[in-house]
């Protein structure tokens, strides 16, 4: 399965219009705490194993809507969406550079 990834313009532009995806932050904690997009829900990648449940509860209650999942660069993201693709969880995007390129866009994002 081909990884599906989203731009930081196309996913700023996305909520200017009003669209709500879904946003899943794979940071750690203290990261999420520094900055985070407004919304986003944390489930650090070193927990996701044992929560995935909450994603697919999130993806049931809301099945017309995209999960982006972020992180600071996009590596950690891109590991989270193959974890969820094997569990079931699809039409997630990677958010290609994280949330430091998506700060670029958006000044109330800090780059770290």
């Known amino acids: 399965?081909?990884?599906?990834?989203?731009?930081?313009?196309?996913l700023y532009d996305a909520l200017q219009r009003g669209e709500k995806p879904i946003l899943l932050d794979v940071r750690e904690?203290?990261?999420f705490e520094f900055t985070h997009l407004p919304e986003a829900k944390l489930i650090p990648l070193g927990e996701l194993k044992d929560?995935?449940?909450?994603?697919?509860?999130?993806?049931?209650?809301?099945?017309q809507m995209p999960i982006v999942v972020i992180c600071r660069l996009g590596g950690r993201s891109e590991k989270a969406i193959e974890f969820l693709a094997r569990n079931g969880v699809e039409d997630c995007y990677n958010l290609v550079g994280g949330v430091n390129e998506y700060s670029k866009l958006d000044s109330n994002i800090l780059s770290y």
């Open 1 to 10: 399965m081909a990884l599906l990834e989203m731009t930081t313009q196309e």
């Open 29 to 31: 904690p203290e990261e």
């Open 51 to 63: 929560r995935v449940g909450e994603v697919i509860r999130l993806r049931s209650a809301h099945p």
